[in-house]
């Protein structure tokens, strides 16, 4: 049997059919409707999985499940969108209006976060695990737990808000209004604005020279390239940043003491220049001397897609 | 049927009965062994059991288990324990020794804060919760966790450390040799250590008046009490405590979602003088507005020997 996922964000819809081994036999894009109702979303999502079955020569119908990962919070009957802020999407009906296209085939919904965690587990860095943390190191931070071999939504139902939990007590605001949160000090955006004041105070250094003086033209890549170059402005700024990241990893360690935690963004793809010097910082920090492994995530992009079109497995 | 278990600390074993409802039919306390060989306790252990069960009228081998909970980790077979320090026991085969004394009573080993939180779900705070966390605040800091309504004892059984999550990076140096973990944070040893520190900033302010200046006089109910009083250092001590312990709890519910959080331990005491100002600064900082409840734990200095006696049932 067949199962589709679809990953909406806010630029791109990613779509995919899956195999029962949750390999990907088919993968599409289609740009996000952004400003539209969310009416506008869901036609597109028909329309899409009707011409990508059509290509694999089989009606929708014949589909085992659909499954929709959003970069937001769904209710706790995983019927409601409640909050997907970059979608504009509040408390809308999307499981119910999915199943309006095709009545006969079951819709699930889940946080993309939660998604991706499930995709490692059955195709990824989690297979066979019962306990596992994800958390993707991008713009903000996204996190999804397994917990006794299935994807975890919360005690309440509510989610894991894992970029949330306090890192450092007073320390810099985050976006959600807290203070210290991981969100606020282990992203590619804390790479970017430790990366951007460095113009201001070292004009002179590699990232300033690179950047040619423009903030704009400063990233985490460039940041973590200047590093990597043996900068010693970047250097300090990267190091302080692993140093930010081994003590949320610490955390999870000592909470949940998880078989594997992986790490899945952009800011994960600098490889064992990361790996190499977090594995050494938890093994300080973490209480345990046989904690589990610190690993990339594997399915990068189509952790999504995969881990929406398995949520009928969970 | 009945069942026993003993919470052993480093002054005193505690032991107890309990009935298939978790319901203490008898409790006694003896001397902790110190700088005895581990054997010296378990021949303590089976002696005390022997005089319980014929104060009971009924042989020990009609228990229908004995559960033993000790403040250290345990392996992963639940035979031994690995480290205790405060009983110096490390490498104690306790669960086989034991069984030696009572070879046709099932014996189950655990780690106390474990065990206390198993008691709170079968007997205290978290009955019917499926995910539930419990703090203790005492000299350090326990933590047990209820995932799936059972008892964790970490992804790899290495237990819960709770208190060794990170709350402020590159704060104060905790025991375990981290920088600004929970327990260097949320313990009564933090109050005291701040109440000390005031006897020399302010030495004319209530607490150095109520310690007569002496710094061995300062405990952390001294603290409270005088926040409560209304002395503005004192208050300003508990303010601050209020808020790194408020810190703590955001980040587990923002993680787990949990139905509740239940404190014990000591400092648990203040009641409302603590529970009001906390779930106020929760509110603020959690991520989810409708996160579960902060109570009090119930089942105060017999949850380790309730939750030891419950141990088989899990």
């Given at each position: 049997?067949?199962?589709?996922?679809?990953?909406?964000?806010?630029?791109?819809?990613?779509?995919?059919?899956?195999?029962?081994d949750a390999?990907?036999?088919?993968?599409?894009?289609?740009?996000?409707?952004?400003?539209?109702?969310?009416?506008?979303?869901?036609?597109?999502?028909?329309?899409?999985?009707?011409?990508?079955?059509?290509?694999?020569?089989?009606?929708?119908?014949?589909?085992?499940?659909?499954?929709?990962?959003?970069?937001?919070?769904?209710?706790?009957?995983?019927?409601?969108?409640?909050?997907?802020?970059?979608?504009?999407?509040?408390?809308?009906?999307?499981?119910?209006?999915?199943?309006?296209?095709?009545?006969?085939?079951?819709?699930?919904?889940?946080?993309?976060?939660?998604?991706?965690a499930l995709?490692e587990l059955y195709a990824g860095a989690f297979v066979g695990c019962k306990t596992a943390?994800?958390?993707?190191?991008?713009?903000?931070?996204?996190?999804?737990?397994i917990?006794g071999g299935r994807?975890?939504?919360?005690?309440?139902?509510?989610?894991?808000?894992?970029?949330?939990?306090?890192?450092?007590?007073?320390?810099?605001?985050?976006?959600?209004?807290?203070?210290?949160?991981?969100?606020?000090?282990?992203?590619?955006?804390?790479?970017?604005?430790?990366?951007?004041?460095?113009?201001?105070?070292?004009?002179?250094?590699?990232?300033?020279?690179?950047?040619?003086?423009?903030?704009?033209?400063?990233?985490?890549?460039?940041?973590?390239?200047?590093?990597?170059?043996?900068?010693?402005?970047?250097?300090?700024?990267?190091?302080?940043?692993?140093?930010?990241?081994?003590?949320?990893?610490?955390?999870?360690?000592?909470?949940?003491?998880p078989e594997v935690?992986a790490?899945?963004?952009?800011?994960?793809?600098?490889?064992?220049?990361?790996?190499?010097?977090?594995?050494?910082?938890?093994?300080?920090?973490?209480?345990?001397?046989?904690?589990g492994k610190?690993v990339?995530?594997k399915?990068?992009?189509?952790?999504?897609?995969?881990?929406?079109?398995?949520?009928?497995?969970?």
């Amino acid at each position: 049997m067949l199962q589709a996922g679809f990953d909406i964000g806010g630029t791109n819809i990613a779509a995919g059919i899956v195999d029962e081994d949750a390999k990907l036999v088919l993968k599409r894009s289609i740009p996000f409707p952004a400003g539209e109702p969310y009416q506008v979303a869901v036609e597109a999502l028909a329309q899409l999985l009707t011409e990508m079955t059509e290509e694999l020569f089989v009606p929708v119908s014949s589909l085992a499940s659909i499954g929709i990962a959003v970069p937001g919070s769904i209710d706790q009957a995983s019927e409601r969108v409640v909050h997907a802020y970059n979608l504009q999407f509040h408390d809308v009906p999307l499981r119910s209006a999915l199943m309006g296209y095709f009545p006969s085939v079951p819709v699930f919904l889940a946080n993309d976060a939660n998604a991706a965690a499930l995709a490692e587990l059955y195709a990824g860095a989690f297979v066979g695990c019962k306990t596992a943390v994800l958390i993707t190191l991008g713009t903000g931070i996204g996190g999804g737990l397994i917990l006794g071999g299935r994807m975890f939504n919360g005690g309440l139902g509510n989610g894991v808000e894992l970029g949330h939990m306090v890192l450092e007590h007073g320390g810099p605001l985050c976006t959600c209004g807290t203070r210290g949160c991981i969100e606020a000090l282990c992203t590619a955006t804390w790479l970017v604005q430790q990366g951007r004041k460095s113009l201001i105070e070292y004009p002179h250094a590699m990232i300033a020279t690179k950047a040619g003086q423009v903030l704009s033209n400063v990233n985490a890549k460039l940041v973590i390239d200047c590093a990597k170059a043996g900068d010693a402005i970047a250097k300090d700024i990267f190091d302080r940043y692993v140093d930010q990241l081994g003590s949320a990893l610490t955390s999870c360690f000592n909470l949940l003491d998880p078989e594997v935690i992986a790490l899945g963004g952009g800011v994960s793809l600098a490889g064992e220049f990361l790996f190499s010097p977090l594995r050494e910082n938890v093994k300080q920090k973490c209480f345990f001397k046989n904690c589990g492994k610190i690993v990339q995530a594997k399915l990068g992009n189509d952790a999504g897609i995969i881990g929406a079109a398995m949520l009928a497995k969970n």
